[in-house]
């Protein structure tokens, strides 16, 4: 394949998106805490307010829809992923709290939009057939990156004396250049199916919103409060921690592909219906487990089962009407993030009484997940009865 063929294939530009995303994401996450104690010297309630000012863009990911208006959904996604890497870039310059308050929502208005566009165009450009495993293939690079990320942030601080500002303007500046490099590089597609541009709820997708919703409830118990756990029953160091996410971001390299495969061989519905099943155990057992080992087991059989999630993009992408699918996936995205608002803080004062009690609530939210998918009807299914 030349170069000129390259900048022609829809799948090699989803692959850089889906490669450039992480390179900022990541520096930004994983230095983080570090930069607000130590640059900004940020307390609790001040990176509080930081991480709920994060997931606002989330939250309000269904807004894409009036983006939608002025720009094609291709250069909306050069220009997320070009604000998610200027917001990363200036976050070294910006160590006062308002500072910081306003380079992270930069950061992550770029960063849920990237995400909300690459998921439409992936579902948009994918023939169904193949889409769980292009998807898983995604999925893989994505860690393949984050890991090689987390890896150069190591050797650059620890042996070439970079600090927290070089690493964000390197990262930073990297995702940059890639975003421009897409956007003067690829051809500019012509949009198969002209996408809806206003604000819609279906009653035909009501099943697949609800599905998202207990998704992401139940993603967020394993986010804030598995981890928590390894910490404060435990005693996990930062050492072991992200030793911890290290090999789950390489055994997640190796399993998204194959979860692809599974999907199109046993279909959404029997896919999903294992991955729930698996977190109920799963949940019930984080809420008995007494021993690290045992944690740490469920931790990354939870992050394997995780993988088979993309199962329901594609059962949305087989019911969809294809011109609903950008502002769906933008409202798929936000009711996904209604969780991260209000889970945390209610879960957590449930946690004061009974840490076992906040993984049985988990258990049950994917009991009825389970219990849902038996109402999964796709058109292929419906033809079956015509």
């Known amino acids: ?62 807004t894409i829809v009036f983006v939608l208006l002025f720009f094609k959904q291709q250069n909306a996604a050069y220009l997320s992923l070009f604000l998610l890497g200027f917001g990363t870039f200036i976050t070294g310059f910006f ?27 992936s579902l948009q450009w994918i023939d169904k ?4 495993s292009f998807l898983g293939k995604l999925s893989a ?16 601080m620890q042996f070439l004396d970079f ?12 995702t940059i250049i890639l975003a421009i490099v897409a956007w003067f590089g690829f051809e500019h597609f012509k949009d198969d199916v002209v996408q809806e541009t206003k604000l819609f709820l279906r009653k035909e997708y009501w099943l697949f919103y609800v599905l998202t919703f207990l998704a992401g409830a139940r993603r967020q118990i394993v986010v804030v409060f598995a981890g928590f756990l390894l910490v404060e029953k435990f005693g996990f160091n930062v050492e072991n921690m992200v030793l911890l996410l290290i090999t789950n971001t390489i055994i997640n390299m190796f399993a998204a592909p194959y979860a692809g495969k599974l999907i ?7 896919s999903l219906r294992l991955e729930y099943l698996c977190i109920v155990i799963i949940f019930i057992l984080y809420g008995l487990a007494q021993t690290k080992e045992m944690a740490v087991i469920l931790y990354v059989l939870d992050n ?24 769906t996936s933008g409202v798929g995205f936000a009711i996904n993030h209604i969780a991260a608002v209000f889970l945390p803080v209610t879960l957590g004062i449930l946690w004061i009484y009974s840490n076992s009690a906040v993984f049985f609530v988990g258990a049950g939210i994917a009991c009825i997940s389970f219990l849902l998918t038996f109402l999964m009807v796709t058109k292929e ?3 079956l009865y015509m």
């Open 95 to 121: 160590t006062s709290t308002i500072g910081l308050y306003i380079t992270t929502l930069i950061m992550s208005i770029g960063f849920h939009y990237m995400e909300t566009l690459h998921n439409s165009l």
């Open 264 to 270: 199109e061989r046993f279909g959404e519905k029997l």
């Open 1 to 62: 394949m030349n170069i000129k063929s390259f900048f022609l294939s829809r799948e090699n530009l989803l692959y850089l998106l889906a490669s450039a995303t992480p390179i900022a994401f990541t520096a930004w996450m994983s230095l983080l805490n570090n930069f607000v104690i130590e640059v900004a010297h940020f307390d609790g309630e001040k990176i509080g307010l930081l991480q709920s000012l994060r997931e606002v863009p989330g939250l309000l990911a269904f």
């Open 304 to 327: 394997i089962f995780f993988t088979i999630a993309i199962a329901l993009k594609t059962y949305f992408q087989k019911i969809a009407d294809p011109k609903d699918i950008a502002v």
């Open 381 to 383: 299914d419906k033809n």
């Open 141 to 156: 690079l994505r860690s393949i990156i984050g890991l090689g990320t987390l890896g150069s942030i190591y050797v650059l």
């Open 163 to 174: 600090g927290y500002q070089s690493i964000y303007m390197l990262s930073g500046g990297l």
């Open 129 to 132: 057939q193949k889409a769980p």
